[in-house]
């Protein structure tokens, strides 16, 4: 029993020791408000103990506009934030004031390259206005920091989470977004723990 306990803490030594170093990069893809980046940064360096910076912006995605949809392809946009050159990038996080949709489905809060570097949350239906409804400045936060972990966690190559009040967990609408946590259940921080 001790010997097995010796072996747990050696083990979690080191996969500390050589977890990879570098930053996690928000990037703004066109006008994002800036008071938004500030508190996501700050939230998102306590939530996944890594260095987090707000990187120079994006130009907006008009390569990415459907026309016909009246809506920007999340895919070509997560495609052109994975050619970014950044120094010690560990990840990169777009946010985009515009509402997106991927192929199959009428929306995306927001997207991710499972297991790869870059991943984007929309903003707009995150607001409550988008639904014709008063504003809510700190809901809206809290929203978007929810989807930001979320997202987050995906490219750390956490896959959708059973757990309702887990942030992992698929949303399906703002009502799932609002019942869970903005942390992860204690299965997925192990799991995380250990794809870091």
Same mark, same amino acid.
């Given at each position: 029993?001790?010997?097995?306990?010796? *072996?747990?803490?050696?083990?979690?030594? =080191?996969?500390? $020791?050589?977890?990879?170093?570098? $930053?996690?990069?928000?990037?703004?893809?066109?006008? *994002?408000?800036?008071?938004?980046?500030?508190?996501? =940064?700050?939230?998102?360096?306590?939530?996944?103990?890594?260095?987090?910076?707000?990187?120079? =912006?994006?130009?907006?995605?008009?390569?990415?506009?459907?026309?016909?949809?009246?809506?920007?392809?999340?895919?070509?946009?997560?495609?052109?934030?994975? $050619?970014?050159?950044?120094? @010690?990038?560990?990840?990169i996080l777009g946010l985009v004031d515009l509402d997106l949709y991927t192929p199959g489905l009428n929306f995306v809060f927001g997207q991710a390259s499972m297991g790869g570097r870059a991943c984007l949350i929309a903003l707009p239906r995150l607001r409550q206005e988008f639904y014709g409804l008063k504003e809510n400045r700190s809901l809206f936060y809290e929203r978007?920091? @929810?989807?930001?972990?979320?997202?987050?966690?995906?490219?750390?190559?956490?896959?959708?989470?059973?757990?309702?009040?887990? *942030?992992?967990?698929?949303?399906?609408?703002?009502?799932?977004?609002?019942?869970?946590?903005?942390?992860?259940?204690? =299965?997925?921080?192990?799991?995380?723990?250990?794809?870091?």
């Amino acid at each position: 029993m001790i010997i097995f306990f010796m *072996v747990f803490i050696l083990t979690f030594i =080191a996969n500390d $020791t050589l977890k990879e170093k570098g $930053t996690i990069y928000l990037i703004p893809v066109g006008k *994002v408000n800036e008071d938004l980046l500030i508190y996501l =940064a700050s939230q998102l360096a306590t939530q996944f103990s890594d260095e987090v910076k707000i990187g120079k =912006a994006f130009p907006q995605a008009s390569y990415a506009y459907n026309k016909r949809r009246n809506q920007y392809c999340s895919d070509l946009i997560l495609r052109e934030l994975e $050619t970014l050159d950044l120094e @010690k990038t560990k990840k990169i996080l777009g946010l985009v004031d515009l509402d997106l949709y991927t192929p199959g489905l009428n929306f995306v809060f927001g997207q991710a390259s499972m297991g790869g570097r870059a991943c984007l949350i929309a903003l707009p239906r995150l607001r409550q206005e988008f639904y014709g409804l008063k504003e809510n400045r700190s809901l809206f936060y809290e929203r978007a920091l @929810k989807e930001a972990v979320h997202e987050l966690g995906h490219s750390f190559g956490l896959n959708h989470c059973r757990n309702r009040k887990c *942030v992992i967990h698929f949303s399906n609408c703002l009502a799932d977004t609002d019942y869970k946590k903005k942390e992860f259940c204690k =299965a997925c921080k192990k799991k995380l723990l250990w794809r870091r």
